[in-house]
């Protein structure tokens, strides 16, 4: 499925090579074709303020730049688990959540599977 995020344990760039590696050239192009996710919209997210929760219907990934976060925690199953970021992309499943604790707004997209 070249729309399939690519396992965040998966390199961006051969380190040899200097090129992009299959699983995130599939990812990509996926963009640039307009066949990622599906033809569904990328969701820009409106925070609403600190800590901000998001509840996802389904599986996808939230994607957390720019602003000044503190903490990024992960909710499922109702374990919760503090992430260890400030910034960066968190694969969801249907029915987690996700707090984002800042002090300076972040951009937040959601990109549906």
């Known amino acids: 499925m070249p729309w399939a ?3 965040v344990q998966s390199p961006v760039v051969d380190v040899k090579t200097g090129v992009i590696t299959p699983p995130w050239r599939q990812y990509l192009q ?3 074709d307009g066949t990622a996710a599906r033809g569904e919209a ?3 997210q409106t925070l609403s303020g600190s800590p901000w929760t998001f509840q996802t219907l389904r599986a996808g990934n939230l994607v957390i730049s720019g602003g000044t976060v503190s903490a ?3 909710n499922r199953a109702g374990m919760v688990i503090s992430l260890g970021l400030t910034q960066g992309i968190v694969p969801v499943q249907q ?3 996700v707090v984002v604790v800042y002090s300076v707004l972040p951009n937040v997209t959601f990109i549906p599977d």
């Open 5 to 7: 995020f690519p396992s």
């Open 30 to 32: 996926a963009f640039w």
């Open 72 to 74: 990024i925690s992960l």
């Open 95 to 97: 029915g987690d959540g």
């Open 42 to 44: 990328l969701a820009v």
